[in-house]
Structures are given as structure tokens and as C-alpha cells.
């Protein structure tokens, strides 16, 4: 086996080699473990308040026993779940996934067209939202299977006194609330209150049933639903588990969680895994604002940091960071999209600490490969294959190639998801009858059996860790009147990694650049909107007629170098 999978013979010592996913029995067994024996532990903290794991049990239960029992959800239907890394996310998805419901993560900044697609897709029957997202909602509701809504406030969790005055601020003075009314909407308090512990029933739970409905594009096209099952998250943290090893000391990690939690790689490595560690999940809110971020850090004594390559650039650029207390700091790990070289330099000479990539897929929940982390030196590979799972270069026509030798990344174990929701034809592309699954990269592996992307997906646009479908940003624009054809590809930036630039055809003499951004705004979520535009007289095409993306990004590169 060493001869077919060299990886083997790399592992650092003490990782085994496969995992037991018959350890737990569904994502629910690992959290209420986590309970039981980090019980008077810090597990959540966010503006100051923190919650430890008995709390969590506590108002997950009585959220799980409002969802069962005044709303009458039963097991296997579906929750979304819309709200940004504050208290209440592991508070409603703890309950949810106790109440035996799937939860369909939500992206809070989702415009009403992308809200609408995801909960009529998915039929979930019940959303946990902002308030600061409410009116997106209030647009679309009465055009959704969506029959029960919970809203909260940001502040609803920090106490009377702290929460009453971030709530005030961000309504009132940052006007970061727009005005909503849903008909029949309940407060997540007023749900927490009528809970009642003694009426919750557990729910019997498997391996083979679902646990999220993650959304992704997937190779191409609209968001579709990654149907991943409580067998593949479990076998996911225990592979991540199993890597980071005696690297971390269960009850005393605290964890940056930046990314946002609806993300996949947040929702397994830092709320999931470290859940099971019964590490404290230092919650930031805003990322965005690196001064106040940075001001944050300096409060804590932290000891791991997940994110993707803008956030650690971010950090490394932003004043007073370099200043910081990394004495603690011994894990940072960087997925979603590539980690720059001279980002990985810089980190380590700033922090003391490796910057280790990691590679996955939201198809693989998501983690597939990652870096030894005993690693000193950057060396520009995802790493090697995390336990009880196989990695392969493909050609063409499915056959293995050698190292050294490009083909497509392939990914077979434990943690490949079910398919996508309600999509047989789609799953079919990418999943072969042999398990193995088509992630649709170009990729190589050396002799050691490291492997390294050569190139990311043919069409796909990844702006600082967030996958952007060429598909979907042209199905909207197309619907402007005065649009007659277009296309999207990415470009460099040195913030995002990428960005969107569009290529259009006028079918108005007299559109502006200014009247297409101003459409893109109302329909897509920022990172999906075009920071370029360039209109052109006709745009390439293939003699079937297929419009060649491929030179317009060639085009594009040489004329920013």
C-alpha cells in the first residue's frame, strides 16, 4: 500500500493512518460528549460574555424542545439557519441538530434572489435570522416553503444591560437594521422560554442521516445543496482530530473563529472539532474591521487560529498586530483558498508560529488534505491525505498517473458527501460509483506523495475563500435590458485573491459601467460583484459557439501585469 500511496511513509509520527467512525454515532453524540465532560469549561465568547459548555447545553435543549414541540418539526426537516459568529449560532445549531433537523447554513449577506433560491431548494420549513438581515427576508418570505421564523438581535444573548445597548447602537445609531415585519415571527428569547427540558425527546440518529445541506456551486452552475450526513462530519472530525493529535491539550485551546461558522471549514474545524476538544470559540463578529479585530486579539491569550489567506494578510498588515502576545499560539491553519508564500513567511515571523495549508471541499466536509504541522519551511503543497482517506491524480480517461505527472485532484473517504440535494444528474458528474468524487481541479503529486494545485476549477472564481460561479453572475446580468451578452472571469487582486471582472456586449448603446454596478448591487452578494467591467464589441467564442472564458482571462492577465 506504502508503494501505491507514498503519503504513507510521510506522516508525522503518532498520526494513525485510519480512524474509526463508528466512534460516534452522529454529530449529536460529540456535542453532547463535549457537554458532559467540558461542562463547567468556557466553550463560546463574544463581546465579552461567555458561555460555558453547561450553558450551551442547556439553551440548545430548550431551543431543540421549542423546535419539537411549538413548532412540530420532526426529523430530517430542514432549518436555516442565517446568522453570523454570535452567540446564538451554537446555541440554534447545537438545538437543531438535537431536535433531529437538517440545517441548511445560510449566508446572512445573501441578496433576496440567492435567499429565495436557497430556502425554495432546500424547502426548509423554519429560519433563525438576524435582524439586520430581516428585510431580505421579508421580500421573499410569502414565495418560500418557509412557515416559521425566529429573529434575533445581536445583542440578545450578552445580557439585559450589554445587550440592550448593542442592539440600541446598531438600530438606531449605525442604522444597521432596516426596518422589517414578518407576520408571526417569534424572538429566539421568547422561543428559549417556552422550551421546556423536560419535554425534549432525543432523537435516534445515524450515520446515513443528514446533518447539513451545505451550499456550493459544486464544479459549476447555481448553489446546490452538498448533502452532508452525520457520518460524514463525524469521520471528518475525527480525521482533523486525529492530525492536529498532542498538538492540542483538550479543555485548554482557545480558538479564533473569524470565518464565518455558516462556512464549511469554520463549521467542522473550529465549532466542531474543537467543540470536541472542549476548546473556548473566541467568536468574532466583524472581521472586516482589522483595527477593532486586532484590539481584540490583544484581550486574548490565544492558542489557534483558522483562516483563509486575506485574513492572515489582513492581520499582518494592520498596525499594533505585530505587537501582540503570540506566546500561546500554536496552531494556525489556512484553507478556502491558496496561502501566499510571502503571507506564510511573514506569518511565521511575526507569530513564531507555521502557517499550515490545508485543502478541501465543501463536497468533502471539507477537509482532505492538510500539512504536516510540524512543517518549518512554506513549501506551497496542500499537504498530504488526512486519515482513512485516499487522494489520486487522474487523467482524462480515469487513469492513475505517477507523480509528477497533471491530471485531476480525485478524493475518495468517509467525509465525501452523499450527493447534492435532490440533484441525481449533478451528483452523477462528480461522483463515480467507486466513491471516488471529481473535485475538478488540476493538481499534482510529488514523489513523497505531496500534492499541489496546479490550477484551481476551469471557470471558477475563488474572492478570499468564497467560490464565485461564472454561471450564475452571468445569469443576472443577462437580465439587465440593455445587456446583449457577457461574460465573468476572475482576476488577481492582492486583497481577495481574486475578483469578479465582467465582459459585455451592449444591446443599450447607452449603458454605463455605472448602471451595471448599480444592478449588480441589489442582485448579488458583494463578493460576487464585478469589481471590473470592460465592454467589449463581441466576446470570443468556440466554433460551437461556447463563449471562451479561457482567453478572456489570458487577455485580462497580461494586460494587468
Given at each position: 500500500m506504502s508503494s501505491e500511496h507514498p503519503w504513507l511513509a510521510q506522516y508525522p509520527a503518532g498520526i494513525p493512518h485510519t480512524i474509526d467512525v463508528d466512534q460516534y454515532g452522529s454529530v449529536v453524540a460529540v456535542i453532547e460528549e463535549a457537554f458532559e465532560r467540558f461542562r463547567h469549561r468556557p466553550a463560546y465568547s463574544n463581546f465579552g460574555r461567555v458561555l460555558s459548555y453547561a450553558e450551551i447545553d442547556q439553551l440548545s435543549k430548550l431551543f431543540a424542545s421549542y423546535l419539537q414541540n411549538d413548532l412540530g418539526l420532526g426529523k430530517g426537516d430542514r432549518i436555516a439557519i442565517m446568522l453570523p459568529n454570535i452567540l446564538q449560532y451554537p446555541v440554534a445549531l447545537c438545538g437543531a441538530l438535537r431536535a433531529g433537523l437538517t440545517v441548511v447554513n445560510t449566508n446572512p449577506m445573501y441578496t433576496a434572489r440567492e435567499l429565495k433560491h436557497q430556502l425554495c431548494d432546500s424547502g426548509a420549513k423554519t429560519i433563525v435570522v438576524l435582524d439586520n438581515f430581516a428585510a431580505t427576508l421579508e421580500k421573499i418570505i410569502a414565495d418560500t416553503p418557509v412557515r416559521h421564523m425566529v429573529t434575533t438581535g445581536v445583542g440578545d444573548l450578552l445580557g439585559m444591560a450589554k445587550g440592550g445597548v448593542i442592539n440600541f447602537v446598531l438600530k438606531y445609531v449605525k442604522k444597521a437594521v432596516p426596518p422589517f415585519k414578518l407576520e408571526g415571527a417569534v424572538r429566539m428569547r421568547d422561543a428559549l422560554s417556552k422550551g421546556n427540558p423536560d419535554t425534549f425527546k432525543p432523537i435516534k440518529l445515524g450515520h446515513d442521516d443528514l446533518a447539513f445541506l451545505q451550499y456550493t456551486g459544486g464544479t459549476t452552475g447555481v448553489a446546490k445543496g452538498a448533502m452532508l450526513t452525520h457520518g460524514n462530519m463525524v469521520a471528518n472530525m475525527l480525521q482533523a482530530g486525529a492530525w492536529i493529535g498532542d498538538q492540542t491539550k483538550p479543555g485548554e485551546e482557545v480558538i479564533i473563529?473569524?470565518?464565518?461558522?455558516?462556512?464549511?471549514?469554520?463549521?467542522?474545524?473550529?465549532?466542531?472539532?474543537?467543540?470536541?476538544?472542549?476548546?473556548?470559540n473566541y467568536l468574532i463578529t466583524n472581521p472586516r474591521d482589522m483595527p477593532g479585530f486586532v484590539k481584540e486579539l490583544g484581550q486574548i491569550r490565544f492558542t489557534a487560529i483558522t483562516g483563509v489567506n486575506t485574513l492572515f494578510n489582513g492581520l499582518l498588515n494592520t498596525p499594533g498586530f505585530d505587537k501582540l502576545d503570540f506566546s500561546a499560539l500554536h496552531l494556525s491553519l489556512g484553507g478556502g483558498m491558496a496561502v501566499q508564500r510571502v503571507v506564510a513567511q511573514r506569518w511565521k515571523k511575526v507569530t513564531g508560529c507555521p502557517l499550515a495549508e490545508a485543502y478541501g471541499l465543501t463536497e468533502t466536509s471539507p477537509a482532505a488534505c492538510i500539512n504536516p504541522l510540524d512543517l518549518t519551511d512554506y513549501n506551497s503543497s496542500i499537504g498530504l491525505p488526512i486519515p482513512s482517506t485516499e487522494v489520486a491524480i487522474w487523467s482524462d480517461d480515469g487513469q492513475t498517473l505517477p507523480p509528477g505527472e497533471v491530471g485531476e485532484l480525485m478524493v475518495r473517504g468517509p467525509q465525501v458527501m452523499k450527493g447534492y440535494w435532490e440533484r441525481p444528474n449533478e451528483t452523477a458528474k462528480v461522483l463515480e460509483d467507486s466513491g471516488w468524487l471529481h473535485t475538478g481541479d488540476v493538481a499534482k503529486m510529488d514523489e513523497k506523495g505531496f500534492f499541489y494545485i496546479v490550477d484551481r476549477k476551469k471557470d471558477m472564481i475563488l474572492v478570499s475563500g468564497f467560490n464565485v460561479y461564472p454561471n450564475e453572475v452571468e445569469d443576472v446580468v443577462m437580465d439587465h435590458p440593455g445587456v446583449s451578452e457577457v461574460a465573468a472571469v476572475g482576476v488577481s487582486d492582492e486583497h481577495s485573491g481574486e475578483v469578479v471582472k465582467l465582459f459585455v456586449v451592449k444591446?443599450?448603446?447607452?449603458?454605463?459601467?455605472?448602471?451595471?454596478?448599480?444592478?449588480?448591487?441589489?442582485?448579488l452578494t458583494g463578493y460576487k460583484r464585478p469589481r471590473y467591467i470592460e465592454f467589449l464589441d463581441e466576446l470570443p467564442k468556440s466554433n460551437v459557439g461556447k463563449i471562451l472564458r479561457r482567453e478572456l482571462r489570458e487577455g485580462t492577465a497580461s494586460e494587468q501585469s
Amino acid at each position: 500500500m506504502s508503494s501505491e500511496h507514498p503519503w504513507l511513509a510521510q506522516y508525522p509520527a503518532g498520526i494513525p493512518h485510519t480512524i474509526d467512525v463508528d466512534q460516534y454515532g452522529s454529530v449529536v453524540a460529540v456535542i453532547e460528549e463535549a457537554f458532559e465532560r467540558f461542562r463547567h469549561r468556557p466553550a463560546y465568547s463574544n463581546f465579552g460574555r461567555v458561555l460555558s459548555y453547561a450553558e450551551i447545553d442547556q439553551l440548545s435543549k430548550l431551543f431543540a424542545s421549542y423546535l419539537q414541540n411549538d413548532l412540530g418539526l420532526g426529523k430530517g426537516d430542514r432549518i436555516a439557519i442565517m446568522l453570523p459568529n454570535i452567540l446564538q449560532y451554537p446555541v440554534a445549531l447545537c438545538g437543531a441538530l438535537r431536535a433531529g433537523l437538517t440545517v441548511v447554513n445560510t449566508n446572512p449577506m445573501y441578496t433576496a434572489r440567492e435567499l429565495k433560491h436557497q430556502l425554495c431548494d432546500s424547502g426548509a420549513k423554519t429560519i433563525v435570522v438576524l435582524d439586520n438581515f430581516a428585510a431580505t427576508l421579508e421580500k421573499i418570505i410569502a414565495d418560500t416553503p418557509v412557515r416559521h421564523m425566529v429573529t434575533t438581535g445581536v445583542g440578545d444573548l450578552l445580557g439585559m444591560a450589554k445587550g440592550g445597548v448593542i442592539n440600541f447602537v446598531l438600530k438606531y445609531v449605525k442604522k444597521a437594521v432596516p426596518p422589517f415585519k414578518l407576520e408571526g415571527a417569534v424572538r429566539m428569547r421568547d422561543a428559549l422560554s417556552k422550551g421546556n427540558p423536560d419535554t425534549f425527546k432525543p432523537i435516534k440518529l445515524g450515520h446515513d442521516d443528514l446533518a447539513f445541506l451545505q451550499y456550493t456551486g459544486g464544479t459549476t452552475g447555481v448553489a446546490k445543496g452538498a448533502m452532508l450526513t452525520h457520518g460524514n462530519m463525524v469521520a471528518n472530525m475525527l480525521q482533523a482530530g486525529a492530525w492536529i493529535g498532542d498538538q492540542t491539550k483538550p479543555g485548554e485551546e482557545v480558538i479564533i473563529t473569524a470565518l464565518p461558522l455558516y462556512h464549511i471549514f469554520s463549521l467542522t474545524a473550529n465549532c466542531l472539532v474543537f467543540m470536541r476538544l472542549g476548546g473556548l470559540n473566541y467568536l468574532i463578529t466583524n472581521p472586516r474591521d482589522m483595527p477593532g479585530f486586532v484590539k481584540e486579539l490583544g484581550q486574548i491569550r490565544f492558542t489557534a487560529i483558522t483562516g483563509v489567506n486575506t485574513l492572515f494578510n489582513g492581520l499582518l498588515n494592520t498596525p499594533g498586530f505585530d505587537k501582540l502576545d503570540f506566546s500561546a499560539l500554536h496552531l494556525s491553519l489556512g484553507g478556502g483558498m491558496a496561502v501566499q508564500r510571502v503571507v506564510a513567511q511573514r506569518w511565521k515571523k511575526v507569530t513564531g508560529c507555521p502557517l499550515a495549508e490545508a485543502y478541501g471541499l465543501t463536497e468533502t466536509s471539507p477537509a482532505a488534505c492538510i500539512n504536516p504541522l510540524d512543517l518549518t519551511d512554506y513549501n506551497s503543497s496542500i499537504g498530504l491525505p488526512i486519515p482513512s482517506t485516499e487522494v489520486a491524480i487522474w487523467s482524462d480517461d480515469g487513469q492513475t498517473l505517477p507523480p509528477g505527472e497533471v491530471g485531476e485532484l480525485m478524493v475518495r473517504g468517509p467525509q465525501v458527501m452523499k450527493g447534492y440535494w435532490e440533484r441525481p444528474n449533478e451528483t452523477a458528474k462528480v461522483l463515480e460509483d467507486s466513491g471516488w468524487l471529481h473535485t475538478g481541479d488540476v493538481a499534482k503529486m510529488d514523489e513523497k506523495g505531496f500534492f499541489y494545485i496546479v490550477d484551481r476549477k476551469k471557470d471558477m472564481i475563488l474572492v478570499s475563500g468564497f467560490n464565485v460561479y461564472p454561471n450564475e453572475v452571468e445569469d443576472v446580468v443577462m437580465d439587465h435590458p440593455g445587456v446583449s451578452e457577457v461574460a465573468a472571469v476572475g482576476v488577481s487582486d492582492e486583497h481577495s485573491g481574486e475578483v469578479v471582472k465582467l465582459f459585455v456586449v451592449k444591446k443599450d448603446p447607452n449603458l454605463t459601467k455605472d448602471d451595471l454596478v448599480s444592478y449588480c448591487h441589489d442582485e448579488l452578494t458583494g463578493y460576487k460583484r464585478p469589481r471590473y467591467i470592460e465592454f467589449l464589441d463581441e466576446l470570443p467564442k468556440s466554433n460551437v459557439g461556447k463563449i471562451l472564458r479561457r482567453e478572456l482571462r489570458e487577455g485580462t492577465a497580461s494586460e494587468q501585469s
